[in-house]
């Protein structure tokens, strides 16, 4: 099992996030804008759901990282704090997946 979480993707997220985008890819992508950083964060979801479907597990495990990566990349160009993120799944998880959803009106 490694000790490496999510917390410790979104510090290097954050880091690169402030270099040149000559020499960060992260960079590269928030400079683009925030509807390049949100097309790449669908394309990456899109190829981890083909690669669910067809039940290939070294596909989803890759695809699943680009995800997770593209969606702190995001969450970065936005402002948006990890920690917020995990905040809301801790206030969400207070009750049934169910439950919560019938609070929403789901």
Known sequence: ????????????????????????YTA????????????????EAVEAVIAAVQGDRAAL???AADVLYHLLVVLQAGGVPLQDVMAELERRTA??????RAARGG
Request: proline content about 4%.
């Open 95 to 100: 009750q049934s997946g169910l439950a919560e």
């Open 28 to 43: 590269k992508l928030i400079a683009d804008g925030p509807a390049r950083t949100a097309k790449k964060l669908g394309e």
């Open 61 to 63: 495990v890759a695809e």
């Open 1 to 24: 099992m490694t000790a490496f979480t999510l917390a410790d993707l979104a510090r290097i997220v954050a880091e690169r996030a402030a270099a040149s985008p000559q020499k960060s």
